[in-house]
């Protein structure tokens, strides 16, 4: 009988010992600034929930493209996503408000604090995603947005005929265009060979991931535009967010400010070490920054795109909702305008 119980008694403890798994996926790799915000979101989880939750973190491509892990989470296959805002347009098209140059500008105190705590996004934009099963959580900047190229490009005119790539959704797209560029939609792991054989001319992100990507590697010029961050997203599948106890979800917000916190960190590091790196491996890399004026021309353009975005929206709603949509993403985008230019003068 002793024996039994022990048995019984050791089938229990194993058991109870099953720690309730949460998937988290994201659409960069190892060491890239998403991976440092779903490691140390799993930090936290991990100790908050004494080890009876583990979040698994599945990398690029292991569940498929940036679309495809955030059809998994509006449909409860995974519980978190992490992706570009540039990747989110075909399912909350409001929020290529993010998307749109020259809008949050690349004052990294300025950005975090918008990304963080914007009224505009948490209150107006983030029940947009309710819409599509998702909840947004939070936003992250992984630093400027650069142009690779194999030419300096100073104006719009440098632009012509060369082939960029963009993010799949129409406010990147667009532009582009609106730049003089030949913008071309592409998956990451796609660039590499199209660049090294000269089916696309140049590509747009930050310094730390051109690095990790090997990207220096087939682009002899690089271009600092101050056009915008690339902003990261994070959300999680709304109907089983709302299910979880107060608990749980007080542990979610709890791992998610942290994760905030961990990944400014790392992508002002990585990015300044990665540029350092790009520069030793690369002394022929001639890196150019856009002065005011240069500048000023691209932000004339991209005033264009405004409207542009108010169509995108409009056009994704019924005739009968149309008019409040666009409406409503005006208000998105003159709201994060203001709280913008507010946050840069305190």
Known sequence: MKRLFAALLVLGISFGVQAETWKFASEEDKKDVQDIYAQKFAEVIKKESDGDIRVKIYYYGQLGTENDIVELAAN????????????????????????????????????????????????????????????LLSMLSEGEMVWGANKAIRSPEDFANQKIRTFTSTIPVETYKAFGATPTP????????????????????????????????????????????????????????????????????????AADIAAYDYQLKINKENMDKILKERPDMQVVVLNETERARF????????????????????????????????????????????????
Request: charged letters at 20%.
């Open 299 to 346: 932000k004339e353009l991209s005033k264009t795109l405004h409207n542009t975005y108010y169509n995108v929206v409009e056009n994704a709603y019924s005739a009968d909702k149309k008019a409040d949509a666009r409406s409503g993403a005006k208000a998105i985008l003159e709201k994060l305008i203001q709280e913008v230019e507010a946050a840069s003068k305190s």
């Open 76 to 135: 409860g296959t995974i519980q978190f996503v992490s992706v570009g805002t540039g990747h989110l347009g075909s399912y909350v098209p409001e929020v290529q408000a993010i998307s749109l140059p020259y809008v949050l500008g690349t004052n990294e105190e300025v950005t975090r604090k918008i990304l963080t705590g914007s009224k505009t996004i948490y209150n107006d934009l983030a029940p947009k995603f309710e819409k599509v099963n998702l909840k």
């Open 186 to 257: 592409l998956s990451w792991g796609e660039v590499y060979g199209s660049l090294q054989l000269k089916t696309i001319d140049g590509m747009v992100n930050p310094i730390y991931f051109i690095y990790n990507a090997k990207w220096h590697e087939v682009q002899d010029y690089l271009m600092f535009p101050g056009q915008q961050p690339y902003v990261g997203t994070v959300s999680t599948n709304s109907k089983w967010f709302n299910k979880l106890s107060e608990e749980k979800q007080a542990m979610v917000n709890k791992a998610i400010k």
